[in-house]
């Protein structure tokens, strides 16, 4: 593992206003090219088809659409990155084709005229936040798709599944958990407490796997409704190797499957490098796992009560095994704020 990164240091709520998170999403070659190769390669469905980018940030998504061939852009974001984008979306000539909004997509009116019977034909936007769900920004794609898409629109990217893993990684939790036991000579366990409920956005390699990944939770944006996002779903992970287990990670695979050809993209540790990275969930204890042996529990998610930017996550589980020295079962809480 490598780097730095705890949630809670990264985002703001003005984050988006800033150049440089803009940056790192449109460097992040994974998720650019997925978007605009899902784009370009279905400029049939496109094609004089209106379309809304729900959280436009630069406009990049709208400019991919109004190059297949869309009829007109309708792009949407509440940060003043809107003012960017209208400079870019001018400077490459699209100003007739993308119509640019300021406000949150909740509140803003879409201009009548260009919509086809008060609906759009297709939605785009990438909502996705660290372990799928940070930020809630889908709770606003699934209010556009209600609010506007019409009757058999299309929505881009329209699934996505979360999995999960069990890891080796002592060195790395000696230095981030342990570090707390002996501060200069002082007890420093309150520290530590937050240490272990808050989980950690990092590069996991993937050596560091002891288990065979398992897919947990499954997104059909067509369909799913935004208290479904409070969920908890059972996993099963096989053991791969006599190994010990010190975390359980988290990520995430997304596809658009309503395009002629479907493409897919992942943020695991098996491929390459996108800007999600992983979330590592670190375990009170540490597990002493056999290969073939199953760590199986549960996945619990909701937003948290007062914020539901911020996400409750637990994590229920038990090592089943015939050795009665090595049984082991807990239950972990985060906080991803
Ligand atoms: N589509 C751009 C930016 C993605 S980041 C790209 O692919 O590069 C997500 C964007 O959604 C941010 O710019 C953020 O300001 C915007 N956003 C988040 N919630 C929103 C809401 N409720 N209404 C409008 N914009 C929102």
Known sequence: MSGVGRVGLLLTPCSYDHHGIHEEMLKDEVRTRSYRDSIYQNKHLFKDKVVLDVGCGTGILSMFAARAGA????GVDMSSIINKAKLIVDANG???????????????ELPQQHLNNGKVDIIISEWMGYFLLYESMLDTVLYARDQYLIQGGKIFPDKAT????????????DDKIGFWD???????SPMKESALTEPLVDTVELKALVTDPCPVFN??????????????EPFSLRVQRNDFIHAVIAWF????????????FSTGPHTKYTHWKQTVFYLRDVLTV??????RGFLSNKPNDKNRRDLDIKIDYEL??????????????????
Not at 95 to 108: A, D, H, N, R, Y
Request: net charge negative; aromatic share 10%; hydrophobic share 35%.
């Open 290 to 295: 056999e290969e073939g042996e199953h760590v």
């Open 71 to 74: 009829r007109h852009v309708i």
């Open 320 to 337: 089943s095994t015939e050795d009665p020295t090595r049984m082991a079962a807990g239950s972990c809480e985060y906080r991803m704020c």
């Open 182 to 188: 002996n501060v200069y000579g002082f007890d420093y």
């Open 253 to 264: 695979d997304i596809d658009f499957q309503a395009c002629h050809k479907p493409i897919r």
């Open 162 to 173: 979360i999995y999960m893993a069990a890891i080796e990684d002592g060195e790395y939790k």
């Open 94 to 108: 699209l100003s007739q084709k993308i119509t640019l909004l300021q406000g949150k997509m909740e509140e803003v």
């Open 219 to 232: 997104i059909d944006l067509n369909t799913v409704k935004v208290e479904d996002l409070a969920f908890s």
